[in-house]
């Protein structure tokens, strides 16, 4: 079982920057590679980045190319989302996910009660 707990968020201005955090627990970067996800009003849950157990990391979202970094400490048992250069586009409920490494959604098994992050212009 993995408990995730993610923080950071908040009410940002365009061209800001945020970190979120997710506290994981359980058995967590050994077997399982880390996930960001989010969600916009209105709109499904997209994928924003993964990293893997031995720090392999994937953006998929190209929105977020450039922008956006995931990183691990394993010893904290805490991946982190760098979010810089912010737009109010980015504004959305940000999860934490545990799972296969991947982009899909379907391969996460462990989720998070999300954060609220907001861009305003």
């Known amino acids: 079982q993995v408990q995730l707990v993610e923080s950071g968020g908040g009410l940002v201005q365009a061209v800001g920057s945020l970190r979120l955090s997710c506290a994981a627990s359980?058995?967590?970067?050994?077997?399982?590679?880390m996930g960001w996800v989010r969600q916009a009003p209105g709109k499904e849950r997209e994928f924003v980045a993964a990293?893997?157990?031995?720090?392999?990391?994937?953006y998929d979202n190209d929105s977020v190319k450039g922008r956006f970094t995931i990183s691990s400490d394993h010893a904290k048992n805490t991946v982190y989302l760098h979010m810089n250069s912010l737009k109010p586009e980015d504004t959305a409920v940000y999860y934490c996910?545990?799972?296969?490494?991947?982009?899909?959604?379907?391969?996460?098994?462990?989720w998070g009660q999300g954060t609220q992050v907001t861009v305003s212009s």
């Open positions: 996910a545990a799972g296969v490494y991947g982009s899909s959604l379907l391969q996460y098994k462990y």
């Open positions: 359980g058995r967590t970067f050994s077997s399982y590679a």
């Open positions: 990293i893997s157990w031995c720090g392999g990391s994937t």
